[in-house]
């Protein structure tokens, strides 16, 4: 398995931005698709997008799109959410994941996971 970090999260107010990084190591990353969740309290883990193993091509869910943008640096090892115009119903932990597919929307489509990074949007 790849280990994975992610960082960046934190607190905003409604209509700001954040990025998050997640930085792998252990494995060939550019071998691996990279994909983004998040889960609020009390909610299921729930798909954001995902991108490519060339981060050529990405895949957001319709209610992100256009307010989020997942990016890869694969000298860096490293993959991206930009993340703009948020809104409290944004507020959820952040994971980022790893696998051999584009894409799957559940979670047990990713064999390497993250520890999450923390993101609160105030009202």
């Known amino acids: 398995q790849m280990q994975l970090v992610e960082s960046g999260g934190g607190l905003v107010q409604a209509g700001g931005s954040l990025r998050l990084s997640c930085a792998a190591s252990g494995r060939t990353f550019s071998s691996y698709v990279m994909a983004w969740f998040r889960q609020a309290p009390g909610k299921e883990r729930e798909f954001v997008g995902a991108?490519?193993?060339?981060?050529?091509?990405?895949y957001l869910v319709d209610s992100m799109k256009g307010r989020f943008t997942i990016t890869r640096d694969n000298a860096k090892n490293t993959v991206y959410l930009q993340m703009s115009s948020l809104k409290p119903e944004d507020t959820a932990v952040y994971y980022c994941?790893?696998?051999?597919?584009?894409?799957?929307?559940?979670?047990?489509?990713?064999?390497?996971w993250g520890q999450g990074t923390q993101v609160t949007v105030s009202s």
């Open positions: 994941a790893a696998g051999s597919v584009f894409w799957r929307p559940v979670a047990n489509g990713y064999d390497s």
């Open positions: 991108i490519t193993r060339s981060g050529g091509s990405t």
